[in-house]
Structure formats: C-alpha cells, structure tokens
C-alpha cells in the first residue's frame, strides 16, 4: 500500500507538472511568445533549400512601376487590365489580383478593367475586404458592385495576436451576413481543385534556392516588365500579383528576426502577396505543417516529463543529476534543431523543457520530503532504541534498514527481575514508578553501550538483540558483555535504599544465538521493527532457565563459542519444554565468582557427570557446595544425582 501510495503521489506530480507546462504556453503570454520566437529562429535560420516552387509566379508593383503613372494610388486601371490581359495571353493557369478595388478612378479606365474582371477566362481570385471598420459605405457600395462576386476573397492575414506575427494560413471568416467567405489563398486553392481547411494552419515556409542574398522560393518579376517577358516564363503557372513598396502592405513573419536589410537594419516584414504565395503554395502541394498536433505535443510533453521524473529517483547525487540536467537540455534542443534543418518537423522546445524541469523539481521536493519523513520516522522509531552513533548511521544511509523482512543470524539478549510480581502488588505505583525509569534507563543504557537494539519493554522485562538492524560481526561477543554489564548495573541499583525499600529482585538475563526473520512488522501506518521466530521464543525460555538453575546469566552455546569472554561454565544439555533437541546451556560468571581455581574445579565434576561417574561427581559437587553453598548449578547438580539423575541431559517440564 504504501508502494500504491506513492506511485499515486509521483503520477500526481507528474500531472501537474505536464499541465503546468501545458497551460503555462497556453496562458502566460511571455512564455508563449519564447516557443513561438524559438521556432521562428528555426524557420529563418534552418529551413532548408529547395528548389524555386514550379507552379507560382508572383508579379510585383514595384516603385518602378509606379513611376509610370501620374498618381501612386489607387493602381492604375488601365495597367492592371492591360497587365491580366497579357498574362491570360501568354497562357498562365490561374491568378490572384492582392490590389483591393475599392474606389473609382477615370471611368475610361474602370470599364476597362471591369469588363476585363469579367470576361477573364482562367480562375481569378481577388482581394478583398468585408470588415465595415476599414471602408466607407462608399467604398463597400463600390467594391461589392465592381468586382464579381465569385472572385472576391478575403485579403487578411492570420497575425498572432501577441506579437502581431504571420504564421498561420487564414483560412476565411463569416462576413456580418453570416456567409463563410474564404480567404483569397483559399478562395484561388479551391478553383485549382483543392480543399482548404476551415481552420488556421502553420504555414509550411518554403527554403530558399541557395544562400545567395536575395534569392526568393518564388520566381518574381516586375509588373512593368511582363509584356516584354517570354510567353514560356508565365505559361500554365499560377500568378499572384501584389504590391512590394517599402511601406505598404509589409507583414512580420518568422523570418523577420533575422531578416535585414543592406545597411543592416531590420526589415519592415515581407510584402503580403509573398506571404500568400506561401500560403497558396502549401495549398497546391497539399504539404503538411511543420509543426506537431496537439496530440503529438502532449506526448512528447508526457515523455518529457517522464524522464523529468524518472531521473529525480535515480540513486544518484544531485550534483551528478543536475548535470545530467545541463547536459540532456542542450543536447535535445540541438537535436530539434537540427531535425527541422534535416527536413523534420518544427518540435516545440520550451514545451518539453518546462515539463521535464517542473516534473524533476516536484519529484525532487517530493522525494526530498519523503526523505525527511522517513529520517524523521528512523529517529523517532530508533531514537529510544538505539545508539544515537547507530540512529546517525540509519538517517544518513536508509538503505542500511531493510524494508522488508530478511533472513539473519541475531543474538538475542532477555532480562527480567527476580519477584517483581510481589513487588509491584505490594508498593505504591508513585514510588515504584521512579525506580522502575531508573532501573531500566540502566539497563537499556548498557544495550545501547554495547550497540544493540532494545526491541520492547514488557513491564520490568527488557528484550534486546544484536546483529540488526546493522550488521556486526561480534554481535554475540557484545551481547555477552552487554549481560555482564547489566548484572554489573543491577547489582549497584540493589544497594540503593529505594531499591531495598521496595524489596527489588536480582535480575536474570537469557542470551541466545540463531537465526530469525528481522524486519518491519504490523500495520500499514503502524508498524515496528522487531525479530520473528523460534529462535526469540529460545531466548526467551532461556532466560527462564536462572529460575530453576539459581544463575542470573544464561547463555546457548551458540552465543558462548563466539563470545570472549573465558569465566563461563556448561550447566548442561537442555530440552525445553515442547523440544526435542536439547540445547547446551552455560552460565556467565560474574565479578565476584571469577576464581580460576573453582572453575577448575567445576569443571572436572561437570566432565565427571559426563562421563557418567556418578559417585566421583557427587563427591566432587558435594566438596564444591560446602565451600560455596550459594552455588545453584553445583546445588542443581547434587539434587539431580540424589534422585538418580545423574547426567548432562536436563529435560525441562516447565516454560
């Protein structure tokens, strides 16, 4: 569940931070306008060469053509008529007339050009204007009356409403009679046999030819000069006639950051029958947009932040993922560079990036928090168990405590006092209470000394282990020490007069080593570390067995062969009850009874017993007891040969 939690958590991170990003170019107009001014490098720096396009001619009036007129505007009549009628007859497919009709001029010179409009065979598109904000009454009564209305398309250009820039295809609009009128590129695309969208696309800016300075996708000619021009150079093309003066109908596009001109000044913007040639050449070719749809952008978004996500949890150090960082942006806004100059499509950059910056930076305060939370768990879970040196060591590397169970070899290490069930039935909670605090600080404080763990307090009772939940070699050899320590303790607190006051028991501790299962156990949200198997339940019982062999340190076998301590002596083989396998059980010496001469002698009657001569054991425990007759392995011994039990074997009827 908690797995299930957190997966939950980081795909919630992983949502914002796609939407964030998302809605953040959607919204916050600076950053829109970063991506759009991105792409805009792209297309007037890396758009590649292509050949000038086979089927579009743009004339243009030029200041040179004007000069033969005695007025500059509006556009000579005659001229305009003259000029369609010479490029119908040289041939030409189709063409689109970008000059807005929209006034009188000599009335000779409007029939002619009217007459002209109307008895033009090949398809013809003409600009024109539907918006009552930019013409007079006057001017709309006359331009709906000049020009037949199967020619007219809208003259507007699709601007970004931020930075006022040309980069969609205008598709056309519903005039103020609720009437679809299509734009002029649209209106021409359509009588050429193609269907153009209803809604705005990116244009598909065509590369120039070469790098030469002033070469053009499109092959352009002065309006002046095409009655002297070859028939050959105008046959079956579609021509677009326009204005390109310095200060009309000029329009920003992407090319214009850095489009200069030769005193190195930046350009108006390219004259708008350019922009439709574009426009109408994507059309005719039915080329698709370079740039992604919206469905491609939201998965390259969410691959972004994916990755975004994934490296904020790999295990490594943050100054190494930060260079990643560093490294991977770069590199893929190199690569999406260098895709459009190869031909690819114009990926957004500033789209990705975000998404992969804000769904690291939350994945990294989210994992940061969660580290905090679970070294603030470890402290407060370990604090009162552990070492402060061991609950430093777990905070700094986790890792060291297992999230789940694992199989080890533990020593485990049980303390309980002597007649506390009469003690605590006779005296008064408010002063039992303070001596019990001091008692157990004492001894938990020698468990912690020695670097082991104290698992649980159950009453007067302390349950310990070693060997977890880091790993030590000697943990047997500190347990053992660690229950000279305790008796050491607990025999100082007995002299206390409290203590004595309260009638305070000698404490008997139980060591035993063997292999359990260590890890969390419980609940979801409560949980505690702590050893699972049979070898605690013979830790347990072992210290039970002080109870009936009159010792206060017992410890197995297991524990005693990796232990360095050397006052130690065999009790003897024991079944416990509910066992079948007896276990050799020895005592820890204390201060008092490390006498290298009696030991020996202990020994030799022990070997004795187990060599099954009863009668030199007996004498040999009977000479012990009279020379300590507190001695209760040597008091336990005699009994047990006085009922004809005389051997090592001790088989336990009770827990």
């Not at 050949?51 to 004007?66: K, M, R």
């Not at 041939?91 to 006034?103: K, M, S």
């Not at 109908?249 to 090319?255: A, G, K, S, V």
Request: with cysteine; glycine share 8%.
């Amino acid at each position: 569940m908690a797995s299930l939690r957190t997966l939950t958590s980081v795909f919630g991170l992983f949502i914002l931070a796609s939407s964030l990003a998302w809605f953040g170019l959607e919204k916050i107009s600076v950053l829109g306008m970063m991506e759009r001014w991105i792409s805009d490098v792209r297309i007037a720096t890396l758009t590649p060469s292509e050949p000038q396009h086979p089927d579009i001619v743009i004339v243009t009036i030029t200041e040179e053509t004007l000069q033969q007129f005695p007025y500059r505007s509006p556009i000579d009549r005659a001229f305009l008529a003259n000029l369609l009628a010479n490029l119908e007859s040289k041939g030409v497919r189709a063409a689109l007339l970008d000059v807005l009709l929209d006034q009188p001029t000599e009335q000779t010179k409007d029939d002619r050009l009217k007459q002209t409009l109307e008895q033009f065979t090949k398809p013809l598109a003409i600009s024109y204007v539907a918006s009552n904000q930019l013409l007079t009454s006057a001017q709309r009564h006359f331009l709906d009356a000049y020009v037949p209305k199967q020619h007219l398309g809208l003259a507007n250009l699709e601007k970004d409403p931020f930075d006022d820039t040309v980069r969609h295809i205008f598709p056309g609009k519903r005039g103020e009679s609720g009437v679809f009128i299509p734009g002029v590129t649209s209106l021409m695309a359509s009588k050429l046999g193609k269907s153009p969208p209803r809604t705005p696309i990116e244009i598909a800016w065509r590369g120039k030819p070469d790098e030469a300075q002033g070469s053009s996708p499109f092959r352009t000619f002065p309006a002046h000069l095409v009655p002297v021009l070859p028939a050959p150079w105008f046959a079956d093309k579609v021509i677009l006639i326009g204005t390109d003066l310095s200060l009309r109908d000029r329009h920003r596009t992407p090319f214009s950051v850095v489009a200069r001109n030769q005193e190195g000044l930046a350009q108006f913007g390219m004259p708008g029958i350019f922009v439709m040639a574009h426009s109408l050449a994507q059309l005719l070719d039915e080329r698709a947009s370079p740039t992604l749809s919206n469905g491609t952008k939201m998965a390259l978004l969410g691959l972004a932040a994916t990755l975004g996500t994934l490296l904020a949890w790999i295990p490594l150090s943050l100054t190494l993922r930060v260079g990643l960082i560093l490294f991977s942006i770069p590199a893929c806004w190199f690569g999406g560079f260098n895709l459009f100059q190869e031909g690819g499509p114009l990926i957004p950059l500033l789209l990705p990036t975000l998404g992969f910056l804000f769904a690291f930076i939350f994945s990294e305060i989210y994992r940061g928090f969660e580290e905090r939370k679970k070294r603030n768990f470890l402290k407060q879970a370990f604090s009162r168990y552990l070492s402060p040196e061991l609950v430093d060591l777990l905070i700094q590397d986790p890792d060291r405590l297992s999230r789940g169970a694992e199989r080890r070899v533990l020593t485990f290490l049980f303390t309980d006092i002597e007649g506390f069930t009469t003690v605590s039935e006779k005296a008064d909670p408010s002063d039992l209470a303070p001596q019990m605090n001091i008692y157990l600080d004492g001894v938990c404080s020698a468990v912690l000394d020695h670097g082991g763990m104290v698992v649980d307090l159950i009453g007067d009772a302390v349950f310990a282990m070693f060997n977890a939940p880091l790993q030590q070699d000697d943990h047997a050899d500190r347990a053992t020490r660690c229950a000279v320590e305790i008796n050491r303790v607990t025999k100082v607190f007995l002299k206390t007069p409290e203590a004595i006051r309260l009638g305070f028991g000698r404490t008997r501790i139980g060591v035993h080593t063997g292999e359990a299962l260590v890890g969390n156990f419980g609940a979801e949200d409560r949980f505690k570390y702590t050893p699972l198997g049979d070898a605690v339940n013979i830790g347990a019982r072992i210290e039970g067995l002080n109870k009936y062999f009159g010792t206060q340190i017992c410890a197995s076998q297991k524990s005693i062969e990796s232990s360095s301590l050397r006052y130690v002596r065999p009790i003897g083989d024991v079944i416990l009850k509910g066992k079948e396998e007896p276990i050799s059980i020895f005592e820890i010496m204390t201060d008092k009874e490390e006498n290298p001469t009696y030991l020996k002698r202990y020994l030799e009657a022990f070997h004795s017993l187990e060599q099954g001569e009863k009668a030199t054991a007996r004498a040999r425990f009977q000479a012990l007891a009279i020379e300590n007759p507190n001695d209760g392995c040597v008091a336990l011994h005699l009994d047990r040969l006085n009922n004809n039990k005389g051997s090592t074997l001790i088989k336990m009827a009770d827990k």
